[in-house]
């Protein structure tokens, strides 16, 4: 709770000190047992507020959650329906999201330190990691708690030059901050978020407010990172205008490799080679303001930044035995009475088929058979289906399986990969257009 937050009550005491040895004074004791017994009450008005206060809210979230579940239901039978009608004349289209986890799984007995690493948060599939370095916290070896670094450095500015001819300019014109906690965005805790409060009048034309985050890297931890994570606040609803980093304290920013712009941005991660960052500049930009007790309001900040150093698992071996290098399956399903005829189009996310034959770090199979003793395709030895004009024949199977193989990226993996190298390959799904026959 910050200082500008509203406080429900605000306990008060006054000293009534006895005398030595005197006599004691009736009226101030009970004046004293009338102070505790109002702010006892005062505490009781409060705590019941909030309570009703919480039980509303609750309602109206899960009001509106069970009303976007039936939505995802309603938009998932659509679709299956759609999937049916179009399955004798038209190619059907799917792309599977490693933000949603069902139907991505490991293969039975596969050894934990083969699998890949799949993490819903961000919708990725990565390395598995042999160690990670925050470099804004530490975790204690003995308790397990994290330690927040004392000379973490922040500012926050609201009155920056974009670059743009226009010079210095308040992007905030004049509204009433609150400033929020801007370490909070570098704790190691998403309960504790830094959220910057801009308040306008109702009929203010300010329809979207900007700021600018820099944070020096603590002077006790070392500078090497080669992975950057934010969690925006609201998630989905801040716009991620700018990431850069700069390897020493003279501000020569650099934009973060691989960054671009963000509109509504969720948890997102960037992947780069190790490189020497010793500050981190963010610009973000929020454009959706709520009405509230009559005024405009604009809320933004981070939930958390993350720079960290990981180390990949760089474990591969070009004879293994499928499974015996980081894998994991994607599984796709066919609607009730339906069969998977044939593919026509294979396109992941990012791309990875734009490596050179030979030298691509991430191997993808498609097959039907749940032994994955044998597979109909394979990107090591096949060119996709869309480049070679020859589909792909998945004979009227249920079920069709995609296996992804990871290999740490040690050489250029050609011109139009989208891997840089002296980095994990990552994953985000994988969008397919096949045809259906009816069983």
Do not use: C
């Amino acid at each position: 709770m910050t200082d500008q937050d509203p406080k429900i009550v605000n306990p008060t005491a006054v000293r009534h000190p006895a005398r030595y040895r005197g006599v004691l004074n009736s009226a101030d004791i009970n004046d004293f047992q009338e102070k505790v017994v109002k702010d006892i009450h005062d505490n009781a008005r409060g705590i019941n507020s909030v309570s009703s206060r919480l039980e509303s809210s609750l309602t109206t979230v899960h009001s509106e959650v069970a009303h976007l579940r039936r939505l995802v239901d309603l938009l998932l039978n659509q679709r299956d329906y759609v999937e049916k009608a179009d399955a004798a004349s038209f190619g059907i289209h799917r792309f599977l999201d490693f933000s949603d986890t069902r139907g991505i799984f490991f293969p039975g007995g596969l050894n934990d330190k083969f699998s890949a690493m799949v993490s819903a948060q961000f919708g990725e599939a990565t390395l598995p990691t042999n160690a990670i370095e925050n470099r804004f916290y530490t975790t204690s070896i003995r308790s397990g708690r994290i330690i927040s670094a004392p000379d973490l450095v922040t500012r926050v500015t609201h009155i920056f030059d974009k670059g743009e001819g226009d010079g210095l300019v308040d992007y905030e014109r004049g509204g009433r901050v609150t400033p929020g906690k801007p370490n909070w965005a570098f704790n190691g805790n998403n309960q504790r978020y830094w959220r910057r409060r801009v308040e306008f009048p109702l009929d203010s034309r300010v329809d979207q407010v900007e700021v600018e985050l820099t944070v020096d890297v603590p002077s006790g931890a070392s500078s090497e990172a080669n992975l950057l994570e934010i969690f925006p606040f609201p998630n989905g609803s801040v716009d991620l205008i700018s990431v850069s980093t700069a390897g020493d304290l003279a501000n020569s920013f650099t934009t973060l490799p691989g960054f671009s712009s963000k509109e509504n941005a969720t948890y997102s991660r960037w992947h780069f080679p190790v490189q020497k960052v010793e500050r981190v500049k963010v610009w973000l930009r929020q454009r959706n303001w709520v009405e509230e007790n009559g005024k405009k309001v604009f809320y933004y900040g981070m939930q958390e930044l993350g720079l960290k150093l990981v180390d990949y698992d760089k474990n591969y071996s070009t004879t293994a035995a499928f499974g015996d290098n980081h894998t994991f399956i994607a599984k796709f399903t066919a609607p009730d009475g339906f069969g998977f005829n044939d593919m026509f189009r294979v396109l992941p996310d990012p791309n990875f088929l734009l490596e050179d034959t030979g030298r691509r770090h991430v191997r993808l199979r498609l097959g039907t058979d749940e032994t994955f003793s044998s597979f109909l395709w394979d990107s090591d030895s096949n060119v996709e289906p869309q480049s070679s004009g020859s589909n792909i024949d998945l004979g009227g199977a249920s079920t069709l399986y995609a296996a992804f193989e990871l290999q740490f990226v040690e050489s250029i993996g050609g011109s139009l990969s989208p891997y840089p190298v002296g980095t994990t390959p990552y994953v985000k799904g994988l969008g397919v257009s096949y045809t259906l026959e009816e069983l």
